[in-house]
């Protein structure tokens, strides 16, 4: 979705309303959402994320 692309944390924020949609206009059941957002995320955070910023040691912490 180009949403994810755009929105912070790939638009996870938006998911509720999305669920709302796909859930009446698709027929999906709970789990047939629960594993189309839980694949969604996974990609998202696979492969559109930014990287997590590695710790500093406390020596290097100002």
Same mark, same amino acid.
Do not use: G, M, N, V
């Given at each position: 979705m180009r949403l994810g692309l755009l929105l912070p944390e790939g638009g996870s924020a938006h998911l509720p309303a999305l669920r709302a949609l796909c859930q009446r206009e698709l027929g999906w059941d709970d789990a047939r959402w629960d594993s189309e957002a839980r694949?969604? !995320?996974? !990609?998202w955070r696979t492969h559109y994320a930014l990287p997590e910023q590695p710790r500093l040691p406390a020596l290097m912490r100002w």
């Open positions: 694949a969604y !995320l996974t !990609l």
